[in-house]
């Protein structure tokens, strides 16, 4: 049989398998993976304790801020100053998915292919309740993982690897792939990322702060370069930080901000970028106008979520209901 032939053959069998949506014993869980949602807001978060005193300015106070659903402030921000580099500081957003629904967009750079429905840029209907947007993972052949989305399989998904999953209710969780979660019919969206980050609310093993690499390639071997993670709370909030750190500083900052389980995101300059929206009513639109950077060091706008010519995966976070 011809080599090429019998690798369509693996990548089908691999594909069907996934897509069987089996439910795996103790994986998914009764939570996130279920129909029905509550719409009660979380418990707002508590403040963080910052890593260092010595520079005052409110650093790890919570704010809400962005559209309100229902009422309710769904989105929280602060920032934090790193403990490896006092000089620097990561931005946190702290999103509440009980009142908030994501989506993963797809592009033709990241994963690849012009199949998608939810691709760039968000439409004018998804505007209307779009409370914040952000960047996606690696591109796939430095992700090491794999990618479903729209019943689409682009890469087959891999044991082990730090998956962000969103259910058909629009929660969302992060964990290791057949381990913390696993394919339900409740499942519509798995983007993997590398492995873990944080796990049991500690950073894995073997993390080195001048890694520049093993947890992505960094732009002229920088080691405080811009780098994202994502993670997932005791209560099942979830929790984005990004700012000009090492991989070392990142996972820190992701378990002071709660998460018991986190992944890295894309990282580098032109690639990390975290926005919320505030438009001027509670059904108006979010536009590049009413659109805020988390850190004022970001080199993308608020406007890249509305770009036509973006081609890489993001996630959006909606008014849920």
Same mark, same amino acid.
């Given at each position: 049989?011809?080599?090429?032939?019998?690798?369509?053959?693996?990548?089908?069998?691999?594909?069907?398998?996934?897509?069987?949506?089996?439910?795996?014993?103790?994986?998914?869980?009764?939570?996130?993976?279920?129909?029905?949602?509550?719409?009660?807001?979380? /418990?707002? *978060?508590?403040?963080? @304790?910052?890593?260092?005193?010595?520079?005052?300015?409110?650093?790890?106070?919570?704010?809400?801020?962005?559209?309100?659903?229902?009422?309710?402030?769904?989105?929280?921000?602060?920032?934090?100053?790193?403990?490896?580099?006092?000089?620097?500081?990561?931005?946190?957003?702290?999103?509440? @998915?009980?009142?908030?629904?994501?989506?993963?967009?797809?592009?033709?750079?990241?994963? %690849?292919?012009?199949?998608?429905?939810?691709?760039?840029?968000? @439409?004018?209907?998804?505007?209307?309740?779009?409370?914040?947007?952000?960047? %996606?993972?690696?591109?796939?052949?430095?992700?090491?993982?794999?990618?479903?989305?729209?019943?689409?399989?682009?890469? /087959?998904?891999?044991?082990?690897?730090?998956?962000?999953?969103?259910?058909?209710?629009?929660?969302?969780?992060?964990?290791?792939?057949?381990?913390?979660? %696993?394919?339900?019919?409740?499942?519509?969206?798995?983007?993997?990322?590398?492995?873990?980050?944080?796990?049991?609310?500690? *950073?894995?093993?073997?993390?080195?702060?001048?890694?520049?690499?093993?947890?992505?390639?960094?732009?002229?071997?920088?080691?405080?370069? *811009?780098?994202?993670?994502?993670?997932?709370?005791?209560?099942?909030?979830?929790?984005?930080?990004?700012?000009?750190?090492?991989?070392?500083?990142?996972?820190?900052?992701?378990?002071?901000?709660?998460?018991?389980?986190?992944?890295?995101?894309?990282?580098?300059?032109?690639?990390?970028?975290?926005?919320?929206?505030?438009?001027?009513? /509670?059904?108006?639109?979010?536009? /590049?106008?009413?659109?805020?950077?988390?850190?004022? @060091?970001?080199?993308?706008?608020?406007?890249?979520?509305?770009?036509?010519?973006?081609?890489?995966?993001?996630?959006?976070?909606?008014?849920? %209901?």
């Amino acid at each position: 049989m011809d080599v090429r032939w019998e690798r369509r053959v693996a990548f089908a069998l691999a594909a069907a398998a996934t897509l069987a949506s089996v439910a795996v014993t103790g994986l998914g869980g009764a939570g996130p993976a279920g129909a029905a949602r509550a719409l009660r807001p979380l /418990p707002a *978060p508590a403040n963080i @304790t910052p890593f260092t005193a010595r520079y005052p300015g409110g650093l790890g106070v919570y704010r809400p801020v962005g559209r309100r659903v229902d009422g309710h402030p769904a989105l929280f921000v602060t920032w934090l100053r790193l403990p490896g580099n006092p000089s620097l500081v990561a931005g946190v957003a702290w999103m509440d @998915t009980h009142l908030l629904s994501a989506q993963l967009y797809s592009g033709s750079l990241s994963p %690849g292919g012009l199949f998608w429905h939810r691709t760039a840029p968000v @439409t004018p209907g998804a505007a209307r309740t779009l409370v914040a947007a952000f960047n %996606g993972g690696f591109l796939m052949k430095d992700a090491h993982g794999g990618y479903l989305s729209e019943g689409h399989l682009v890469a /087959p998904l891999v044991r082990g690897g730090a998956s962000l999953v969103i259910y058909r209710n629009g929660s969302a969780t992060v964990g290791a792939w057949g381990v913390d979660v %696993g394919m339900t019919p409740q499942v519509v969206a798995v983007r993997q990322n590398l492995t873990l980050l944080v796990n049991h609310s500690r *950073p894995v093993p073997g993390l080195v702060a001048s890694d520049v690499s093993r947890w992505g390639s960094s732009l002229n071997n920088v080691v405080d370069t *811009p780098r994202s993670g994502l993670g997932v709370t005791r209560d099942g909030a979830l929790v984005y930080v990004e700012g000009p750190m090492s991989i070392v500083d990142l996972a820190r900052v992701l378990v002071r901000a709660g998460a018991v389980r986190a992944m890295a995101l894309d990282m580098n300059p032109f690639w990390t970028i975290f926005a919320y929206y505030t438009p001027a009513s /509670p059904t108006g639109p979010a536009t /590049p106008a009413n659109g805020h950077r988390l850190n004022s @060091t970001m080199v993308q706008s608020p406007d890249r979520f509305f770009q036509v010519s973006y081609a890489r995966d993001f996630v959006t976070m909606s008014a849920a %209901g």
